[in-house]
């Protein structure tokens, strides 16, 4: 009967001693009846109704409502630089440059660390060149962020006054990251790649892409960058594109012009071997012909490896409509895995949905569910006189082609004031559909605002908010506004600002900024998405190892502590104490809690103790 001491090979009655067999030789065993399926090796616990279980962490769940740790971490310095400053580049239509407030800190969280993660900033301070771009860790003990020293990433002049500094850690190359930008100057246009031992940061090899020099750069310029999760030559794919004088069209003579290029190649794990293919148009040159040219079109795009399929990736871009309308594109792209990159059909988000877009957009896909994919833009709806309602909208993704769902209204009882397209992302709850949007809602009474995140979920292709009702968001960090719109003739301003998710899906992170003068610090908050899974191990329910496989319902034999000699591991040091691990696993390293499985006596054979 279930929990009852069996000698060997009988029906009942104290510890059994067995020779050989799969669990090795002079096992002490017990039978007891297993909860769930259990494998030939795995640990054991005996629960409070004497039944066993395999050492397991319960299913994280997700938060319907984000929390926010309320902490505010100063970076030491002002982003962007005092001496590049946001200005009113979107007050008016006749204005010569774009809206281009995009030096934000970019956030990368280390995907084997949940307490780590990169920031890449234009740095005033930076120590091999002031006003250049600095690169640093982050750690978190708790809530609290502690920010290790500073790197420069390129001491060049003309490194200052660049575009966005987008920052990824390798999702699967532990250490390895990437950060890019497009400068002024003498417009370079570089990709660097870095390691990182602890908190210490070492730069590595570069690539300068041909069109350094062409003025790619600048704050109307904008870069994106992605890892193939899938590769395992560390295999990466880079746009990048500028804001250029119009020669023709309706914006002649303005910042209207854009040719975003692309790129692919890959990177030893130290960061220094690296092989290119030569840049490709992701569109021909594109003099813009919308009459809100400079509503951001300069902003950040998406370009996405597909973290389920090796090769293939998304990349966002802009097409002229008619003759006063430029809207969102999105395409579906493939390479080789090397240095060629083939580009997709152009997919009309105007056309295929009724995405108008002003500005950022965002599209990420679910690396929880396969093809899945979520765009953020805004929609002009009729009849309202906003021209920013930011929407949302799950795609499908077959070949190089999307079918799409309905769109969703993230705002829908918004005043007639904008919020920025929101940025989306998905962490806790993925697997069933769960993503998250962050955005700055423009303050009504003032520039002093604060960022936004909500939790939504995905049936089908049909999004919802995951608490019922409108405008159910969390505020999560304090924001401050450059300038603001209430049904004038110019689009509001948020500084820029950045969001990004830990590993697990657990935790974000937020960079932020307060208030203006130069020395109101760019700050960093953080919250949760989720609850962890609980382990159901304990410092004193370990009961030993599984000699074989079974069934929930069934007998199970147990071969218990000491002297039982388990040999279904692997991988193990001889003569190393092993700890039972939260989810199971064995480690030379204590977990929490601590609890000893045994001595290695050989790669495979364990002695177990208590």
């Known amino acids: 009967m279930s929990g009852v001491l069996n000698k060997a090979g009988s029906e009942s009655g104290v510890i059994g001693i067995t020779e050989g067999g799969s669990g090795g030789a002079a096992s002490a065993e017990w039978t007891a009846e297993a909860v769930g399926a259990i494998a030939a090796g795995d640990k054991l616990i005996l629960r409070s109704d004497g039944k066993i279980a395999s050492v397991a962490v319960g299913s994280d769940s997700a938060l319907d409502t984000p929390t926010a740790d309320d902490q505010q971490q100063t970076l030491g310095v002002r982003v962007p630089?005092?001496?590049?400053?946001?200005?009113?580049?979107?007050?008016?239509?006749?204005?010569?440059?774009?809206?281009?407030?995009?030096?934000?800190?970019?956030?990368?969280?280390?995907?084997?660390?949940?307490?780590?993660?990169?920031?890449?900033?234009?740095?005033?301070?930076?120590?091999?060149?002031?006003?250049?771009?600095?690169?640093?860790?982050?750690?978190?003990?708790?809530?609290?962020?502690?920010?290790?020293?500073?790197?420069?990433?390129?001491?060049?002049?003309?490194?200052?006054?660049?575009?966005?500094?987008?920052?990824?850690?390798?999702?699967?190359?532990?250490?390895?990251?990437?950060?890019?930008?497009?400068?002024?100057?003498?417009?370079?246009?570089?990709?660097?790649?870095?390691?990182?031992?602890?908190?210490?940061?070492?730069m590595g090899s570069y690539y300068e892409s041909p069109q350094s020099g062409t003025w790619y750069g600048r704050r109307g310029g904008v870069c994106a960058f992605s890892w193939d999760y899938v590769s395992s030559t560390n295999h990466w794919v880079w746009m990048y594109d500028g804001a250029f004088t119009a020669y023709g069209g309706?914006?002649?003579?303005?910042?209207?012009?854009?040719?975003?290029?692309?790129?692919?190649?890959?990177?030893?794990?130290?960061?220094?071997?690296?092989?290119?293919?030569?840049?490709?148009?992701?569109?021909?040159?594109?003099?813009?012909?919308?009459?809100?040219?400079?509503?951001?079109?300069?902003?950040?795009?998406?370009?996405?490896?597909?973290?389920?399929?090796a090769n293939k990736f998304l990349v966002s871009a802009f097409k002229n409509k008619n003759s006063t309308q430029t809207t969102p594109t999105l395409f579906i792209c493939t390479t080789n895995g090397s240095t060629t990159v083939t580009m997709g059909s152009e997919i009309d988000l105007d056309s295929a949905i009724g995405i108008t877009g002003k500005g950022e957009s965002w599209c990420e896909w679910n690396p929880a569910?396969?093809?899945?994919?979520?765009?953020?833009?805004?929609?002009?709806?009729?009849?309202?006189?906003?021209?920013?309602?930011?929407?949302?909208?799950?795609?499908?993704?077959?070949?190089?082609?999307?079918?799409?769902?309905?769109?969703?209204?993230?705002?829908?009882?918004?005043?007639?004031?904008?919020?920025?397209?929101?940025?989306?992302?998905?962490?806790?709850?993925?697997?069933?559909?769960?993503?998250?949007?962050?955005?700055?809602?423009?303050?009504?009474?003032?520039?002093?605002?604060?960022?936004?995140?909500?939790?939504?979920?995905?049936?089908?292709?049909?999004?919802?908010?995951?608490?019922?009702?409108?405008?159910?968001?969390?505020?999560?960090?304090?924001?401050?506004?450059?300038?603001?719109?209430?049904?004038?003739?110019?689009?509001g301003v948020a500084f820029p600002w950045h969001i990004a998710v830990s590993g697990d899906g657990m935790k974000y992170m937020i960079s932020c900024l307060r208030a203006t003068g130069s020395g109101n610090h760019t700050k960093f908050c953080g919250g949760s998405l989720g609850t962890p899974g609980a382990t159901n191990l304990t410092a004193t329910n370990f009961i030993g190892i599984a000699d074989n496989a079974y069934g929930t319902g069934t007998q199970a034999s147990v071969q218990l502590q000491h002297p039982s000699i388990d040999d279904s591991q692997s991988g193990l040091t001889i003569g190393a104490t092993y700890y039972v691990q939260e989810d199971g696993s064995l480690s030379t390293t204590p977990d929490d809690p601590s609890v000893v499985a045994g001595v290695a006596l050989s790669a495979t054979q364990l002695l177990i103790k208590g």
């Open 250 to 309: 309706p914006n002649s003579g303005k910042y209207a012009r854009h040719h975003p290029k692309i790129v692919c190649g890959t990177v030893s794990d130290s960061a220094s071997g690296i092989t290119t293919g030569t840049p490709i148009d992701v569109h021909s040159y594109m003099e813009m012909n919308d009459t809100l040219w400079y509503r951001g079109f300069s902003q950040v795009r998406a370009c996405r490896f597909d973290p389920n399929t």
């Open 369 to 491: 569910i396969a093809n899945q994919i979520v765009f953020s833009g805004q929609q002009t709806y009729s009849g309202e006189t906003w021209t920013t309602d930011p929407v949302a909208v799950v795609g499908t993704v077959s070949g190089s082609s999307v079918s799409w769902g309905t769109k969703f209204r993230l705002m829908p009882d918004s005043p007639n004031v904008t919020s920025q397209p929101w940025q989306i992302f998905f962490g806790a709850g993925k697997s069933d559909g769960r993503f998250y949007g962050a955005t700055t809602k423009m303050p009504s009474g003032g520039m002093v605002g604060y960022i936004y995140i909500q939790a939504f979920d995905i049936d089908g292709t049909t999004i919802s908010a995951a608490v019922a009702g409108v405008n159910q968001w969390r505020q999560a960090a304090p924001h401050q506004w450059f300038d603001l719109h209430y049904g004038n003739t110019h689009i």
């Open 81 to 202: 630089s005092p001496n590049h400053p946001v200005t009113a580049q979107a007050t008016s239509s006749a204005a010569n440059v774009p809206d281009t407030p995009s030096q934000k800190p970019w956030i990368s969280w280390d995907p084997f660390d949940n307490n780590k993660f990169i920031v890449a900033y234009d740095d005033i301070t930076s120590p091999s060149r002031a006003d250049g771009i600095s690169v640093r860790i982050g750690t978190m003990s708790g809530t609290t962020i502690s920010f290790g020293t500073a790197v420069t990433v390129d001491g060049q002049y003309w490194a200052s006054d660049h575009s966005p500094a987008p920052v990824h850690f390798h999702p699967t190359t532990q250490n390895l990251f990437a950060v890019c930008y497009a400068g002024s100057g003498q417009g370079d246009v570089r990709l660097y790649f870095g390691t990182v031992s602890g908190t210490t940061i070492t």
